[in-house]
């Protein structure tokens, strides 16, 4: 996955001058006895961004970073109990209050195998109400 925003921006704050930090989280879900949602994250963030301590990522510009990129290979699939869930939230700087932001997520699911599993999934997620956009490329070969 990867994740890019543009948040606003204040140079008065020097260091902090990125006023709010959007996180992405993609993975399974179950429901409790209770009736609560039970989430697990399973798309890491890619391990060169992944650090364990917050002052560590605030450090390498990870933390409050307008682009960030989730990794992971599963090659022997999951057990999943209820379904899958994407989660993104919104964290402002000292309870700024923020109003929504745009953002942009793209998510790459490919089989390892090799199999066409594109119209499968676009298909679930416009059932569930989801827009879906195919990203056109063009190459363009220059000769030197």
Not at 62 to 89: A, C, N, Q, T
Request: proline share 5%; net charge positive.
């Amino acid at each position: 996955m990867t994740l890019a925003y543009l948040p606003p921006l204040d140079h008065r704050y020097g260091h902090e001058y990125c006023r709010t930090n959007i996180d992405a989280s993609f993975g399974t879900y179950s429901i409790l006895e209770d009736g609560k949602i039970n989430f697990k994250g399973q798309v890491p963030l890619e391990a060169k961004w992944d650090e364990k301590y917050e002052s560590a990522r605030v450090l390498n510009g990870f933390k409050w970073s307008p682009i960030k990129s989730y990794y992971r290979k599963m090659r022997k699939g999951l057990k999943v109990e209820h379904g899958w869930k994407l989660r993104v939230d919104l964290t402002p700087r000292h309870g700024l209050n923020v109003p929504p932001q745009e953002f942009v997520l793209i998510i790459t699911i490919k089989d390892s195998d090799g199999n066409d599993i594109y119209s499968e999934i676009t298909n679930g997620l416009r059932e569930r109400g989801y827009l879906t956009n195919n990203i056109e490329t063009k190459y363009r070969i220059r000769q030197r």
